[in-house]
Nanobody, 129 residues
């Protein structure tokens, strides 16, 4: 299996924006996670395609709702994380993860790292005050 590949990290001032991209060989659902030094890995957002194959759903951590948007371009096998109104506490290494088989349901389980099969190497996001 080929690991997903992230891009788009960098440094920005508080209030700024960044867009992360993650390209995977294949996925059924994709999640973004972040980990700051000394902290546990935290689920940020996830996106999945419903069983009918024609619509998608998303899930967000409360800490990023209204500021971050996850989207996908299935033709490019790429998932994006648009991050707006960034805060210093958003500083972390951001990793994308691919889930290969559809779970029984889509919900808060998408914020659990154990739900995913393949992980990217991570990209640093730094927000200065």
């Amino acid at each position: 299996q080929v690991q997903p590949v992230e891009s788009g990290g960098g440094s920005v001032q508080a209030g700024g924006s960044l867009r992360l991209s993650c390209t995977a060989e294949r996925y059924t659902y994709m999640g973004w996670f972040r980990q700051a030094p000394g902290d546990e890995r935290e689920g940020v957002a996830a996106i999945y395609t419903r069983a009918d194959g024609t619509s998608s759903g998303t899930y967000y951590a409360d800490s990023v709702k209204g500021r971050f948007t996850i989207s996908q371009d299935k033709a490019k096998r790429t998932v994006y994380l648009e991050m707006n109104s960034l805060k210093p506490e958003d500083t972390a290494i951001y990793s994308c993860a691919a889930g290969l088989s559809a779970p029984l349901f889509y919900g808060s389980n998408l914020m659990n790292p154990s739900a995913y099969d393949l992980w990217g190497q991570g990209t640093q996001v730094t927000v200065s005050s």
